[in-house]
């Protein structure tokens, strides 16, 4: 750290880490750019990273996972966080209008693969039992099946199943594989639902309501995925225009109800793995979505957005693949973790589980599908919000500090000269990063790549 601030270009280095907005894992380009006008050939304007400390760009990597850098994390989670207010109440080209429009905040859960040690809420405020049961006993590996404990809200053992022979290893990671396939069958199938419920065919409920959502997919301690989700009924083409006075919030409940039991998702059977047919579990919640209380729209944004940032961590994984040099049984896992992880690498190996991928999204237990989806109705996109963010922030700095050009990208011939040489910095950059820019240290890991 002292090095780094001891030397003569520590004052463009500093402006580089606000640049970044505090990015804890930079990416190091070196390269040059030049623009040229393209009826001429003269060189307009060049760019070289000779000039920059070390001869390298650092560039944020605006990484959604608040485990790998908690800057980049915070902006994806507040652009999750106006993308999905916005579809409660307006703005970003949605109208003010949509509040009349019902909503509901559904979640879907995953079924049980085999008891866990839980933390379970009691009379009066207090704990209650992990799972007691009535005359006790133990499995057939010999262990209770009953555990009297009151575990605590940050008990390491939370998650953790009571027999982990009992546990379905192989079920879960399947499940866990099939959780985006079982969530778009169940969009369709809810408007399939609605469709009936108002005796129309689905290609006629286009003509009359649109059904638009927003989902997050957030990881239980089991290492079992389970979907939030906002279903919102527009009229035809999205929320400009009204719902039919039939499409209510009750419409909406009847319809998840009904179709989160039907849908299904099966996997053929496999060498010692039997076929397996993949439904929800029994816990599904339908509520609406209030003006005030404790579901307001903006808790629910916060919701989504605070799981949108988050992976796998909270079951003890990794926050990265696993690579074919790791040893398994070295990977700084939990023991359940570690079970999962096996799980994925034998089915993996399967062929008629192949189209799964279960090897290459072991370290996310399974589950390769994307952790937040809206419909192209709901609102805006993440991709305007940051256009948005590069537009103003071209408008607040001048050419000295952002190095921006009198001519527009599009009007002149640009040609680029990159390398990749690395990402991260050392821990001494790291703090001198946070203190300028007051955002917070990535958590401190020696499973990180550092330039």
């Known amino acids: 750290m002292a090095m780094r601030f001891n030397r003569p270009d520590f004052s463009r280095w500093a402006a580089r880490a606000r640049a970044t907005g505090g990015c804890a894992?930079?990416?190091?380009?070196?390269?040059?750019?030049?623009?040229?006008?393209?009826?001429?050939?003269?060189?307009?304007?060049?760019?070289?990273?000779?000039?920059?400390?070390?001869?390298?760009?650092?560039?944020?990597?605006?990484?959604?996972?608040?485990?790998?850098?908690?800057?980049?994390?915070e902006t994806y989670r507040a652009d999750t966080y106006q993308l999905v207010r916005a579809g409660l109440i307006g703005g970003k080209g949605v109208p003010a209008t949509v509040t009349t429009h019902p909503a509901a905040f559904v979640t879907l859960t995953a079924p049980s693969f085999g008891p866990v040690h839980s933390h379970r809420a009691g009379a009066?405020?207090?704990?209650?039992?992990?799972?007691?049961?009535?005359?006790?006993?133990?499995?057939?590996?010999?262990?209770?099946?009953?555990?009297t404990l009151r575990h605590?809200?940050?008990?390491?053992?939370?998650?953790?199943?009571?027999c982990p022979d009992c546990f379905d290893y192989p079920g879960a990671v399947l499940w866990n594989a099939n959780a985006p396939e079982l969530w778009r069958r169940f969009t369709m199938a809810v408007r399939r639902h609605l469709a009936r419920s108002a005796g129309l065919r689905v290609g006629e409920l286009r003509e009359v309501l649109t059904v638009s959502f927003a989902k997050v997919a957030e990881y239980q301690r089991r290492g079992l995925v389970h979907f939030h989700a906002v279903i919102r009924l527009d009229g035809p083409g999205g929320p400009h225009a009204s719902p039919p006075a039939w499409a209510t919030l009750d419409q909406i409940r009847a319809a998840v109800d009904h179709t989160a039991g039907a849908v299904k998702v099966t996997t053929p059977a496999a060498a010692g793995v039997p076929?397996?047919?993949?439904?929800?579990?029994?816990?599904?919640?339908?509520?609406?979505?209030?003006?005030?209380?404790?579901?307001?729209?903006g808790a629910v944004a916060g919701y989504i957005a605070k799981y949108a940032t988050k992976a796998a961590e909270c079951v003890g994984?990794?926050?990265?693949?696993?690579?074919?040099?790791?040893?398994?049984?070295?990977?700084?896992?939990?023991?359940?973790?570690?079970?999962?992880?096996?799980?994925?690498?034998?089915?993996?190996?399967?062929?008629?589980l192949a189209g799964l991928r279960l090897a290459e999204w072991a370290h996310m237990l399974g589950f390769r599908g994307h952790y937040s989806t809206?419909?192209?109705?709901?609102?805006?996109?993440?991709?305007?919000?940051?256009?948005?963010?590069?537009?103003?922030?071209?408008?607040?700095?001048?050419?000295?500090?952002?190095?921006?050009?009198?001519?527009?990208?599009?009007?002149?011939?640009?040609?680029?000269?990159?390398?990749?040489?690395?990402?991260?910095?050392?821990?001494?950059?790291?703090?001198?990063?946070?203190?300028?820019?007051?955002?917070?240290?990535?958590?401190?890991?020696?499973d990180r790549t550092t330039a």
Not at 152 to 162: E, K
Not at 334 to 351: K, P, V, W
Request: with cysteine.
């Open 317 to 352: 994984t990794l926050d990265r693949p696993i690579r074919a040099t790791d040893d398994l049984a070295e990977l700084p896992v939990t023991a359940h973790a570690r079970r999962l992880i096996a799980a994925c690498f034998h089915l993996g190996t399967l062929e008629e």
């Open 374 to 446: 809206k419909s192209r109705h709901y609102s805006t996109t993440l991709g305007e919000l940051r256009a948005d963010r590069v537009e103003h922030n071209q408008r607040q700095h001048d050419q000295v500090t952002t190095g921006r050009l009198p001519f527009d990208d599009d009007q002149v011939l640009v040609i680029a000269h990159w390398r990749y040489l690395g990402q991260g910095m050392t821990p001494g950059e790291a703090l001198l990063t946070a203190a300028l820019t007051g955002k917070p240290l990535p958590p401190l890991s020696t």
């Open 25 to 73: 894992q930079p990416v190091h380009l070196r390269g040059r750019v030049e623009y040229r006008d393209p009826l001429t050939g003269a060189v307009l304007h060049r760019y070289s990273t000779a000039r920059e400390p070390g001869g390298v760009l650092r560039v944020a990597c605006k990484t959604r996972r608040a485990s790998r850098c908690p800057a980049c994390a």
């Open 152 to 162: 605590s809200a940050d008990d390491g053992r939370l998650g953790q199943p009571i």
């Open 275 to 297: 076929a397996k047919t993949h439904r929800w579990g029994a816990q599904i919640d339908v509520r609406p979505i209030t003006a005030s209380g404790d579901l307001t729209d």
């Open 124 to 147: 009066g405020g207090g704990v209650a039992p992990c799972h007691p049961r009535r005359g006790g006993g133990t499995c057939e590996h010999g262990r209770p099946v009953s555990c």
